[in-house]
DNA sequence: TGACAAAGTTAGGTTAGTCTAATATTATTA
DNA sequence: TAATAATATTAGACTAACCTAACTTTGTCA
């Protein structure tokens, strides 16, 4: 199913406060993301509907199973833009934050799959002492790849 | 002043038109951007009314010279980023097109400066001959970057 | 030159995301 | 354990961005 980025946000926000911290209230959710209350309620009961979220009236919030894979998706693309920003770009860390915030939704997972290899290849390329050319610029011309964390 | 990403859009799409063909009416808007011709009416409005349009009651629409400076930095961020995807990520002309759409709006000029240097390094690197490892890799410890187009 | 087609506007409705104010529930603590 | 503080919800309003239906203006050409 398809979220718009705002939704999107409170997902991925969700699932970094439930690393952070043991449960996640609505309360939570709103200082973290500079909004009020009521606007993380209906923000959540939106999500709940759409089967991501589980709250009991006046509970806490936990993600579902799909909740929480949609969230780590979300995440994931932050992250690896983030990355890039900081590693390639050599932007600051928390101007990167930010505008890896922009950058990040409804990326097709072609796009971010070759950006995880290019950061790689990059990093590896600047970590050896060697002319990498050859493994740098083939990556190009590759259409399908692969990727680990 | 600042914009929303929408009214970017519609900026951006007035700007594309405007070198594509000779006058600009609302229902080339409405067709470029696929909404009906109310939508782009109260969008060009709204435009007016920050002063980055002109346009005469039932007349054509045009750029304002601080509407046309806004629509070209904002073009150049979308060039940017498409020339990044296909370019240096490989992507399709056509995916990398809707990619940048994603990805271009609101980002700062550090960062848009520093992809492009980015970009025009790597370039540079792959159509030379030579390991240019130095000027790649020091590119992302400058702080500081100009770049023309 | 007047009728018709094309282009643009207005009116009014919908949805998403936000807010404030008021209310309800839960948790703490004196 | 009753009062208070903290947390969550509801009600109601606003804005931006979209829509359809109806209306107005402009342009064309028979």
């Given at each position: 199913m398809k979220l718009?980025?705002?939704?999107?946000?409170y997902l991925e926000t969700i699932y970094r406060l439930?690393?952070?911290?043991?449960?996640?209230g609505?309360?939570?959710i709103a200082r973290e993301r500079g909004v009020t209350l009521p606007t993380v309620t209906s923000a959540v009961a939106g999500l709940k509907e759409k089967g991501y979220l589980n709250q009991?009236?006046?509970?806490?919030?936990?993600?579902?199973?799909?909740g929480k894979a949609k969230a780590v998706a979300i995440y994931?693309?932050?992250k690896t833009i983030k990355k890039f920003l900081i590693e390639i770009l050599g932007l600051q860390e928390n101007l990167a934050e930010s505008e890896a915030c922009k950058m990040e939704h409804g990326l097709s997972s072609e796009t971010l799959n070759r950006l995880k290899t290019f950061i790689n290849t990059v990093i590896d390329c600047r970590e050896s002492k060697n002319d990498c050319r050859t493994q740098f610029f083939t990556l190009v011309n590759s259409s399908k790849m692969t990727y680990d964390d």
């Open positions: 718009s980025a705002k939704k999107e946000d439930s690393s952070e911290i043991d449960t996640v609505i309360s939570d009991r009236y006046y509970g806490k919030v936990t993600l579902t199973s799909s994931e693309a932050h």
